[in-house]
């Protein structure tokens, strides 16, 4: 009897573990497994969704590659991913004067412009602002600062 209560009692902290990982708010062994399959397959499809990108990154032109990006949804912002495996001066410049324009306050960054050029930020809306923005909406504005930065880069060598 001792090793089935002590069986039930490992199998509650587990359910507890797993709900607590997958932010799931159930309260019954299969919505908490439900949750966490589909948990799982969100993290299949961003997985696929960064090999994409890397894959189209690197299929793209080699002698100029532009920085790779990707823009996940927070709570409460974004998280913005930045990188080149070359320098890049000016670009952080430009960068932030996009998020400026988008009316995106940075609350956290960590930026990299040695040998590569790196910048992993953390986002999140001016409350001041009327219009929602989404991923998408950052993303094309930081993809946009990027070729802008990349033609104006390219006039001056």
Not at 2 to 10: D, I, L, M, T
Not at 25 to 44: F, G, M, Q, R, W
Not at 80 to 108: M, Q, R, T
């Amino acid at each position: 009897m001792v090793s089935r209560e002590h069986k039930r009692a490992a199998l509650h902290e587990k359910l507890q573990l797993l709900s607590s990982i997958t932010n799931s708010h159930a309260v019954n062994k299969t919505t908490i497994i439900l949750d966490a399959s589909k948990y799982i397959e969100e993290l299949k499809q961003k997985v696929e969704r960064l090999n994409q990108d890397i894959s189209a990154a690197q299929s793209s032109n080699h002698q100029n590659p532009l920085p790779m990006v990707t823009v996940e949804t927070l709570e409460k912002g974004f998280l913005i991913n930045v990188f080149s495996e070359k320098s890049c001066p000016g670009l952080l410049v430009s960068l932030l004067e996009a998020f400026e324009e988008l009316g995106l306050n940075i609350l956290e960054a960590t930026v990299s412009c040695t040998d590569s050029f790196r910048l992993q930020a953390v986002g999140g809306e001016n409350e001041e602002q009327n219009e929602s923005i989404d991923a998408q909406v950052v993303k094309q504005a930081v993809l946009e600062a990027i070729k802008n930065w990349s033609e104006s880069s390219d006039q001056q060598e």
